[in-house]
């Protein structure tokens, strides 16, 4: 008995919510074959397109994966897990989330679904700890249950689903270095001030009612980030001038895709979501840089 999946990629904080606020790509991701086999135990049999270990405890699928069987009745059977991957490490649209979600996600429907998605989070956050050294939900809720995810609290996991418009498209340019979500979070302070918070909150807050009432406006004005942002986007080539390019093409806001370097644009409709990316596209050209480039549905 097997399963194949598709584990899609993740913008993860959207702006004003660093590690909170996520969403799921439609159109890109990897895919994975979970297997139920007579051996006990979880084995990575195979990676394409990455060079990952395949030591179970040193993978990401394969930590989520023993931290979910943990928890049941020990099984006189087994699970292998072949891994194609798509999106490359440290791009920033939640490569290790889609590995340990996807792995959680297959071996829970073999086993006839024992937990829900949500209860997935908690086994696919372990995951993204290896991967990164903190066990962030922001990639992986939304690789899970789709859409737009809010994490209303970490302790305990509060995981809860956000409506969104029909025609929200993303798009997504990834310069081609790689950004370590480590690195990425040891540029980040400890502390924010007042004045921050409240303009951060007031835009969570915004965000949060502009997708639930379908005021693109107002998703629009809330995309800004008063504390992340300013520390990261140094790290990141032509951060300014594709974040200026994106509004200037009718995005409705720009950030930077969870911990970078890609940068994401949300906007109404899939035809300027198109020009976004022409637009993208021709300043990574006159600055020779190569990139990646895609639009997406959010699903
Ligand atoms: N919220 C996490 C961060 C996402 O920004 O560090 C990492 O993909």
Redesign the pocket.
Known sequence: KEIKLFCPATI??LSCG??VLGLCLDNAGDEMIVRKVDQKGVRITKIMGADLPLETEKNVSGVAALAMLETLDELDFGFEIEIYKNIKAGS?I?SSAASSAGAVFGINELLGRPYSRKDLVQFAMQGEKLA?G?A?A??VAPALLGGFTLVRSYAPLDIIRIDSPEELFATVVHPQIELK?SD??SVLKQTVSLKSAIMQWGNVGGLIAGLYTKDYDLIGRSLHDEI?EPLRSVLIPGFDLIKQTALENGALGSGIS??GPSIFALSRGKETADQIAKAMSDVYEKMNLPYEIHVSKIN
Do not use: K
């Open positions: 993860a904080n660093f590690d920033g939640g990164s903190n962030h922001d990639n979500t990425a979070r992340v969870g911990s």
